[in-house]
């Protein structure tokens, strides 16, 4: 995994550092936010990882306008799966403003190319009543479903892809 900014035809993925962690828990408001950045779940999100964490959050970025429209990233470092194989969890969301554009569904697909070069399997979580959610991970891979949490949200895992060259 690289700690980098991470680009996509029209998205930057930047690692969240110290500084951004801290704006997002006091609520500042920086320019290059959108107005409905942060929500609940991005405060949640920027304490998962340490500043410069290639397995932590990262702000999603619209190239068109620079500004922050959610997150997304890995809920920590690789730790061992069920059959010993490396896996990491998931976690995205975006401003209501970005859904339904495809923003999700590019921002995801980046980060699973850079867990596939590490060898990595991916598992996400998500309430059987978000059908956009379960859609996007149906559109990059997720094709195991595990079963269900204690608080009733779907798991589902995406295997490790072999790395292309």
Not at 4 to 31: G, I, N, Y
Not at 58 to 78: K, S, Y
Not at 112 to 121: S, T
Request: proline share 10%.
């Amino acid at each position: 995994m690289t700690p980098d900014v991470l680009t996509t035809p029209r998205l930057r993925l930047e690692p969240v550092t110290a500084a951004t962690a801290e704006a997002v828990r006091a609520r500042h408001r920086d320019p290059c936010w959108h107005p409905d950045f942060p929500s609940e779940d991005d405060v949640a999100a920027v304490g998962l990882g340490q500043p410069g964490d290639p397995w932590g959050p990262r702000l999603v970025v619209r190239a068109v306008d620079g500004l922050v429209v959610g997150t997304i990233g890995f809920l920590g470092p690789p730790a061992p799966g069920a059959d010993g194989g490396p896996e990491v969890e998931v976690g995205f969301g975006v401003v209501v403003d970005a859904r339904g554009r495809g923003v999700v569904t590019e921002a995801l697909t980046a980060l699973l190319a850079e867990a596939d070069r590490a060898g990595v399997r991916v598992r996400a979580h998500v309430a059987p009543d978000n059908p956009a959610s379960l859609r996007v991970l149906a559109k990059t891979g997720f094709t195991e479903l595990r079963g269900a949490s204690a608080d009733g949200e779907l798991e589902l895992a995406r295997p490790a892809r072999a790395a292309r060259p």
